[in-house]
């Protein structure tokens, strides 16, 4: 090991020397650089009724994410991102690794077609493939921003992409009758390896085609299959998930208003082959919508259904995955109890969070997402949803509004039918505007609900809210230094029927469970920008979890943390 590690560091060293000196200006760099420290304490009566935990840990680590962008000419790019990394507590070489972290080349043939090969980041649409993001993320202050950046970026979360491994390519032809312009993108990835001894190697192959009829008029169709080899492996049983959706996109205006309005539907097909006890399920779904841009702000409005069966890997899979220890006292009280996933790691631990795309329905926590938790993709909905999006109210007031209503198609586990609401607010007051400050003085404030209802007997009612209050405050001492403050405040009460499904994600039982719990995330410190990519903060955070139904499970925690990102 430590030959390899003097291996790798002597190349990161020599490297840039030689390609200097051989292919001048033809090697470029990027990157990222963070020095992290934290240290956790219990607090609260916990600190004096848990004798076996540690009373306090710490740890940090220095990263420098070193990119390489080699062009031998002038339509060939060779992209690696090597890692270094030294846990704090560790000197020469002691508790430090270098590993590659990406690597990619991506090219241009004859001026036309593109092509990407190795670490590859792909994205569809919201039925096909798409990264969605993590719950309660949304409209969430920025003063908690530096931590999504930070599990964001530990997880190649990029813009609701997927980093997956294979080849694309894409190119566009310009045409002069009927059709205007003809684009195609097309791409194979792996998403799982050989296992011989295990299951077969699964592969996923997918393509668009987006053709524009004129300025106003777009008509494309997207494809994903995801299916299994069987002759990798020494099983017999194959599975397959094809997908289709086509889209129909109008833009327009009314009254100097521009507009566009998008629909859209497809199905999906789903089964084992080998597998005389799997079912094959079919699925579909249908979406339209209008989206208006004007100096005041955006509004979307729009109608989604998803059918029961609909499945697809690439848009269904979950960021984080519950099942998954936490890194801050993953066990803590004196009867050893597991600490469950709780908004606390939710915002803050990339270890909770998945890379790899799932062939069955995740896990979820009805607490933290509800409504629609596997995103506009969530089966057996039926509804509609309302956005008004950066909506300026003053040159110092603006704000953002969602709705959304819902309801089951299919009742489960009874013939009575569950109905969702959503509600979000954010505004952003900017009292230095309003009172003529010289330094930028901000104030933020988030609300979201969630409820689940369901009429009935007594033994199949559901009556279930869930509300996140979320604020900040962000004042300049001076140039660039900012004090910041902000408070996290989650309630969740009543119960929900969690489904319970077999090895082909089919219902066969339901477990009624109970909710009574309130968790609190409090911030404050420092932050200072140097650029927009260069900044470091320094505060304090305080977490309480309280779990009413079991008077055991109250955890308090207080961290102190730094944090020094630069993106190179």
């Known amino acids: 090991m430590k030959k390899q590690y003097l291996y790798y560091l002597s ?47 710490g740890g940090g680590f220095t990263i420098l994410d070193l990119g390489f962008h080699f062009t031998p000419v002038d339509d060939i790019e060779i992209f690696s991102e090597v890692r270094l990394k030294n846990d704090f507590g560790g000197m020469w070489g002691n508790k430090s690794f270098v590993e590659l972290r990406r690597l990619s080349a991506k090219g241009v043939v004859n001026k036309k077609i593109s092509f990407s090969v190795g670490d590859i980041y792909l994205k569809q649409t919201k039925f096909t493939l798409y990264n969605y993001e993590q719950e309660l993320s949304e409209y969430e202050p920025s003063v908690f ?23 694309q390519t894409n190119f566009s032809y310009n045409m002069y009758n009927f059709i205007e312009q003809l684009d195609f993108d097309g791409f194979t ?35 994903v299959n995801t299916f299994e080899i069987l002759s990798s492996s020494n099983g017999t049983v194959a599975y397959y998930n094809p997908v289709l959706n086509t889209q129909l996109s109008y833009s327009g205006s009314l009254k100097d208003i521009p507009y566009k309005m998008l629909l859209e539907g497809g199905f999906s097909k789903r089964g084992w082959d080998g597998d005389s006890l799997a079912p094959e399920i079919r699925g579909y779904f249908t979406k339209a919508s209008i ?32 099942n998954t220890a936490t890194t801050s006292y993953p066990y803590y009280s004196n009867n050893y109890t597991q600490r ?8 803050s631990d990339p ?35 309302a956005e008004v999006d950066n909506f300026n109210l003053t040159d110092y007031l603006s704000v953002k509004v ?10 489960q586990g009874t013939t009575n039918k569950r109905s969702f609401n959503k509600s979000a607010l954010h505004s952003l007051l900017s009292l230095d505007k309003l009172l003529s ?21 007594d033994f199949e009612k559901i009556d279930f809210n869930s509300i996140l209050y979320s604020g900040s405050i962000s004042y300049e001492l001076i140039k660039n230094l900012k004090i910041i403050a902000g408070a996290k405040v989650f309630y969740a009460e009543g119960n929900e029927f969690i489904a319970e499904r077999d090895m082909y994600d089919q219902i066969n039982d339901y477990s009624n469970n109970t909710y009574d719990s309130k968790e609190t995330i409090l911030i404050g410190g420092i932050q200072h920008h140097f650029t927009d990519d260069i900044y470091f903060t320094m505060q304090y955070n305080q977490f309480n979890v309280l779990d009413k139904t079991n008077t055991y499970d109250e955890f308090s925690m207080g961290r102190l943390i730094f944090m020094f990102n630069m993106n190179l």
Not at 23 to 46: F, I, P
């Open 291 to 322: 989206h208006s841009k004007t100096k005041k702000g955006e509004i979307n409005l729009g109608f989604r259904y998803v059918d029961t069966d609909f499945r697809s890997i690439g848009a269904q899979t979950r960021r984080i995955d519950y």
């Open 437 to 457: 400050l010289k330094n930028s003085f901000d104030l933020e404030g988030s609300i979201n609900l969630e409820t689940v209802k369901r009429d009935g007997e």
């Open 340 to 347: 469950k996933v709780s908004l606390l790691d939710i915002m």
């Open 189 to 223: 990835a792996r998403i799982r390896g050989l296992e011989w001894m295990g299951k077969p190697e699964l592969l996923m192959l997918g393509g668009s085609a987006v053709v524009k009829l004129s300025n106003k008029i777009n008509l494309g169709s997207h494809y």
């Open 11 to 57: 190349f990161l060293m020599l490297f840039p020397i030689l390609a200097q000196s051989q292919v001048k200006s033809k090697l470029w760099y990027d990157g990222n650089a963070r020095v992290m420290y934290n240290r956790d304490a219990l607090e609260g009566t916990l600190k004096e009724t848990d004798t076996v935990s540690t009373r306090s840990n």
């Open 145 to 167: 921003k530096f931590y999504r950046d930070f599990v964001n970026y530990e997880n190649y979360y990029q813009s609701n992409y997927w980093r997956l491994q294979g080849v």
């Open 351 to 385: 270890n909770v969070y998945d890379q790899n795309l799932s062939t069955s329905l995740m896990n979820y926590n009805p607490m933290y997402s509800c409504v629609s938790p596997y995103g506009d993709a969530t089966p057996n909905r039926i509804g509609i949803t």
């Open 402 to 411: 969602q709705a959304q209503y819902f309801s089951e198609i299919i009742g």
